[in-house]
């Protein structure tokens, strides 16, 4: 089986973090955002993914060669030279995507994280017979969000509603598919959005057919939605295998710690926390509703809640960060500095607070 992953483009969203890495790369939980999903696609038997990518393809592949061997897949990138929206890269990536199996293939949306139910998909899709299935997840304000109106028992979609003024349904697309072969002679090679263009005609022929996601979702593409997205990722963990998250007397909640970083005394970790490798924590440190990713140093007695803490950065003693600061890469912030909500570029030294919401250049 194949997959096609849509990595698209910049990641502005989850900049600083994006400076330093393509999107997909950027850690969530202690590895790369992709390799959730290339993890989960092989445990269900995909033995290729292709990566639809239009900004950096040669980092990606260089750092996901490793990962290749590691898992036993065949990783390759479909590049655009245009931005082709969600169903363009299909059409690029058709040579690639079919085999003449008449297998049918994956589609992920990169930033989305869930229990990724694949097996369960690939037994709903061959059940129902038609030419294309979709993940759903429900929702509590579905006025956000384009909604999916479909049959309860049998999942057949009935129509696409984008933005709904009045209640119609609370079941939105996860950005999850499988799609049979045939779904690809839909397709132009051209900028083209699958949502609004193809899957509205398959659903006009009853031949699209929804199922709804168990477990938690999120799309993970802003820092405000990763902070959430980390919770429900430990909860379900929690839920699944909880010996790899830690344990003890200065742990609350949910934490996830790297094997190779280490923790001073007196601390107080937790909940929802993610310490990457290589971390050194130091003494009296209380860290809430955060990631720390690898290589970091937090200083005696610094106190950090949901907040992102870039790869290399320094988190001076007594400092207090908090309200979605964001430290790219190899950000120094100095003993008693407060940042309120700052995003800060890469390779930078803050020795003043930062008292409000703002990027720091």
Not at 34 to 48: F, P, Y
Not at 188 to 208: C, H, M, Q, W, Y
Not at 219 to 240: A, C, E, F, M, N
Request: net charge negative; hydrophobic share 40%.
């Amino acid at each position: 089986m194949k997959a096609l992953i849509l990595v698209g483009g910049f990641g502005t969203r989850l900049r600083p973090l994006t400076l330093s890495v393509p999107k997909p790369l950027v850690d969530f939980a202690n590895k790369p955002m992709i390799l959730h999903q290339i993890e989960a696609l092989k445990a269900s038997g995909v033995t290729e993914v292709v990566l639809a990518i239009n900004y950096q393809p040669e980092v990606m592949l260089n750092f996901l060669k490793e990962f290749e061997k590691k898992l036993d897949i065949k990783i390759t990138c479909s590049q655009e030279t245009e931005p082709l929206g969600t169903a363009g890269p299909l059409a690029l990536a058709r040579d690639k995507l079919i085999d003449g199996s008449g297998e049918p293939f994956f589609v992920l949306n990169s930033d989305v994280i869930s229990e990724y139910p694949l097996q369960e998909m690939i037994d709903f899709h061959k059940g129902h017979g038609g030419e294309a299935s979709i993940m759903v997840t429900k929702v509590d304000e579905p006025s956000k969000y384009g909604v999916v109106v479909m049959e309860e028992t049998t999942g057949k979609v009935e129509k696409f509603v984008e933005k709904p003024k009045i209640f119609v349904g609370n079941k939105i697309n996860a950005g999850i598919y499988l799609l049979n072969p045939s779904v690809l002679d839909r397709i132009e090679l051209r900028p083209t959005s699958i949502e609004k263009e193809v899957f509205p005609k398959i659903a006009g022929e009853n031949k699209l057919y929804a199922m709804v996601l168990p477990g938690f979702w999120m799309d993970i593409g802003q820092p405000k939605d990763y902070i959430t997205g980390l919770r429900l990722y430990l909860d379900s963990l929690r839920k699944k295998s909880s010996a790899e998250l830690e344990a003890g007397s200065n742990i609350v909640g949910n934490v996830l710690v790297d094997e190779s970083a280490v923790i001073g005394e007196g601390c107080l970790i937790g909940p929802d926390v993610a310490i990457g490798p290589g971390c050194i924590i130091e003494s009296g440190v209380r860290l809430s509703r955060c990631t720390i990713m690898r290589g970091v140093r937090i200083k005696k007695h610094a106190c950090i809640s949901g907040s992102i803490i870039g790869w290399h950065s320094t988190v001076g003693r007594w400092a207090r960060v908090e309200n979605m600061t964001i430290l790219g890469e190899d950000v120094h912030l100095g003993d008693e500095v407060y940042s309120n909500g700052g995003v800060v570029l890469p390779h930078k030294e803050i020795k003043s607070s930062i008292l409000k919401p703002e990027i720091v250049m």
